[in-house]
């Protein structure tokens, strides 16, 4: 079998094509196993649980028997968990017994229960994996039931299977691993077939690319029923042989500081999110909190998953250079769940690189170079030709860690997974539906194609305009949406804004109202039909936490956004541009 030697000591890794994660895993477990591999904070802060490499490597066998005892090998199996270890455990079982796992994403209840029933009906599996509280709580299983009457619900979260068990036979490379659906809408769910050798593929990029190695000491509060704090922030380092330290995501959200707590605590050299993330602590953290704080051994701060701003990272590096963060680990990065998760970023200790902006064009952040391994390019979506250096395209990615498609939906799969660019001979293309740009080997991602705002035959990027709308005003947040809506025959500009906390009743609101009108006439030369500003919190939003525009659109045509009080001043002067 070939092997490879890694940075910093890693252990030789498999490399030939009939690896499997879980084969890395046992391989661990007889190497390092009583090192620990997880951590899960008690409240973000207390010591919690942990799991060594020889304790994951049992409890996954044990439930792994229990899958295949019940048929599930080759078989959807849903995850039904909160934030904590047993979903791991559900996981690793999957992948030991050759079940396709299906993580669901939960919040609360009745918030996730109509998508994890949506994801019932399209992944049809086989059985539910679960924690005993979810098991017994009627608001899911009712909504999962009413689509799957038939599923057997498994508690893992107490006393494993009595007795031992050999690790199954490796499931097939080309078998899928797992489900990974998208965040899109609850009706229309999107299941990205992830197989045993995408996920191999994707963790040598993404070591490679950050720096990683069996040293690395990883600090994650994102979701593991999405792709980011799945495949980057829980199975990465667990690939690697290293340890990884976790909390809920709500833990974070409601405490900031709690991350970086832990990552001084736990001394981690890897961590990131998306870029509110960034922009929370940027906002939140007072200077006195950070007393005493050591972020000095943080060497890969990535940022993804979500535009990249570079005016947030700039904030949060210089309210975090106090503590010993360096801006040299700001990593902005970029992927999806369509490429199991990375597709470019770095190189680690470059910091943030920008396109600088100009008169029709903002300061753009550069995600890195792509990874290697793969190939990208940035392609006319019209007429599928290559574009060069510079211009702005859609982009097309395609390698070995490239989904398989989508769980039984074969024409959508056949239309996003294989394009062809025009007048070339290669391989199949994963068309992102992003647009981005290359220059001097890295990669800007500008929006998403399907978002672009066409006002009097002129193209804009909703994010470019959101941008402009939140640094407007003090009293608006870093959450906006921009979108089009009809109006006599063709299509205007509506920008839906919400206001920082503490603001909804603010006498200033008309002032900021303005002051976003008159930032994107300047900037953009587009005078929108209507601001709107709205409370914190209550645009929709993913399960990852994006803006769903076409839902913010919807609610606006509908009236039902929630509108904040804005009592109108006596108009004051707009200067910059029009739409004529």
Not at 303 to 324: H, T, Y
Not at 497 to 521: F, S, Y
Request: glycine share 10%; hydrophobic share 40%; proline share 9%.
């Amino acid at each position: 079998m070939a092997q490879t030697t890694g940075p910093g000591g890693l252990a030789p890794l498999p490399t030939d094509q009939t690896t499997t994660l879980a084969q890395v895993l046992q391989r661990h477990a007889r190497n390092r196993s009583d090192k620990v591999a997880l951590r899960f904070l008690d409240r973000g802060e207390g010591a919690g649980q942990s799991l060594t490499y020889a304790d994951l490597d049992r409890q996954a066998r044990l439930w792994a028997a229990e899958l295949l005892a019940r048929g599930a090998r080759g078989r959807t199996v849903l995850l039904v968990y909160p934030p904590g270890l047993p979903f791991v455990i559900g996981f690793w079982a999957c992948l030991y017994a050759g079940a396709i796992a299906v993580p669901t994403p939960f919040i609360t209840p009745a918030r996730s229960a109509p998508r994890i029933a949506a994801i019932a009906a399209d992944a049809r599996p086989r059985l539910v994996l679960c924690s005993a509280a979810l098991a017994a709580e009627a608001t899911i299983r009712d909504a999962v039931a009413a689509v799957r009457p038939d599923l057997d619900w498994i508690p893992t979260d107490g006393p494993a299977p009595a007795g031992d068990a050999p690790p199954p036979a490796p499931p097939h490379p080309e078998d899928p691993a797992f489900l990974q659906y998208t965040s899109g809408s609850t009706a229309d769910p999107r299941g990205v077939i992830v197989t045993q050798s995408n996920l191999i593929a994707n963790m040598e990029m993404i070591r490679r690319a950050f720096g990683h190695d069996s040293e690395t000491r990883m600090v994650s509060w994102l979701p593991l029923f999405h792709d980011m704090g799945l495949v980057g922030g829980m199975l990465q380092p667990l690939y690697l042989g290293a340890e990884t330290v976790l909390m809920a995501p709500m833990e974070f959200i409601q405490r900031p500081l709690r991350w970086l707590q832990a990552i001084a605590r736990h001394r981690a050299t890897s961590s990131g999110g998306p870029n509110f993330a960034y922009a929370l602590c940027a906002e939140r953290l007072r200077p006195e909190q950070l007393e005493g704080l050591d972020l000095s051994s943080w060497r890969v701060a990535f940022c993804g998953a979500e535009p990249v701003r570079a005016e947030d990272l700039r904030r949060f590096a210089a309210r975090l250079a106090p503590a010993g963060f360096d801006p040299k680990a700001l990593f902005p990065c970029y992927g999806m769940a369509e490429t199991t998760l990375f597709v470019s970023g770095g190189p680690a200790g470059s910091g943030l690189a920008t396109l600088p902006g100009s008169a029709d064009q903002p300061e753009r952040v550069i995600c890195g170079i792509g990874a290697a391994g793969q190939q990208l390019a940035i392609v006319d979506p019209e007429t599928c030709e290559r574009l060069p250096e510079g211009k702005v395209g859609e982009i097309w990615v395609a390698g070995p860690h490239v989904g398989a498609g989508y769980w039984q939906q074969p024409e959508r799969s056949r239309g996003s997974f294989g394009a062809r660019i025009a007048n070339e001979d290669g391989p199949a293309f994963l068309r992102t539906g992003d647009l981005g740009q290359m220059q001097g080997g890295g990669l800007a991602v500008v929006g998403r194609l399907k978002d672009i705002v066409i006002i009097r035959g002129a193209k804009h990027h909703p994010e470019d305009i959101e941008a402009a709308a939140t640094r407007a005003h003090p009293a608006l947040s870093a959450t906006a949406a921009a979108f089009a809506v009809p109006q006599d025959g063709t299509e205007a500009l509506v920008v839906v804004q919400e206001v920082k906390r503490g603001h909804q009743a603010d006498p200033a609101l008309d002032l900021a109202t303005q002051a976003v009108t008159a930032a994107i006439c300047e900037e953009f030369g587009v005078r929108p039909l209507e601001v709107v500003l709205v409370r914190p919190g209550t645009l929709p939003r993913t399960t990852s936490n994006k803006i769903r525009r076409d839902a913010c659109r919807a609610a606006y045509l509908a009236a039902e956004l929630a509108r904040c009080p804005v009592v109108p001043k006596e108009c004051v002067s707009i200067s910059g541009g029009s739409d004529g």
